[in-house]
């Protein structure tokens, strides 16, 4: 979609964009898989787990900024 629009991929905005979104879908994906052990097992290390969900919720707000900023 951004070709059609115009931008250049290399911006910053959209490069930044990516990697915080692919670091923020590897830890959400960490956090599940923790999750889903914790169901399983006796409750063990839940301040890192409300680490990876505190992350993961600011990489995707940081690409809602990013994204309404736009900077053009």
Do not use: D
């Amino acid at each position: 979609l951004v070709h059609l629009v115009g931008w250049p991929l290399g911006q910053t905005w959209l490069l930044a964009s990516s990697v915080i979104y692919t670091v923020g879908e590897f830890a959400v994906w960490w956090l599940l898989v923790r999750l889903n052990r914790l169901r399983k097992a006796e409750v063990v290390g839940l301040r890192f787990t409300l680490a990876l969900a505190v992350f993961s919720g600011v990489c995707f707000l940081s690409i809602a900024g990013l994204m309404g900023a736009k900077p053009v």
